[in-house]
């Protein structure tokens, strides 16, 4: 059974930093896309980064751009987040495509002013 955990959430002041991480337990192949994602109160979902895959560009969001980093492979994902805003306040969700799309429970950050 694929399981995609989340870790590493917090809270913390803005300007600090926080890094997040995505296990991904069980077999899988033909992994496409791992991505995070993130959800604020009373908002869409919204893609924040997708991580390079078989030689593929990895991609941040404009909103996240020069402050966050995606990194990892397909065991495990991170999210270097750092400069936090109180806006990056959100519950972030690890994602994955393969045949299916598979999500994590999420991790909250709350970033404080």
């Known amino acids: 059974q694929v399981q995609l955990v989340e870790s590493g959430g917090g809270l913390v002041q803005a300007g600090g930093s926080l890094r997040l991480s995505c296990a991904v337990s069980g077999t899988i192949y033909g992994i496409t896309i791992m991505a995070w994602y993130r959800q604020a109160p009373g908002k869409d979902r919204e893609v924040v980064a997708t991580?390079?895959?078989?030689?593929?560009t990895s991609y941040v969001a404009d909103s996240v751009k020069g402050r966050f980093t995606v990194s990892g492979d397909k065991s495990t994902m991170y999210l270097q987040m750092d400069s936090l805003k109180p806006e990056d306040t959100a519950i972030y969700y690890c994602?994955?495509?393969?045949?299916?799309?598979?999500w994590g429970r999420g991790t909250q950050v709350t970033v404080s002013s």
């Open positions: 991580l390079g895959l078989g030689g593929s």
């Open positions: 994602h994955l495509r393969a045949y299916r799309d598979y």
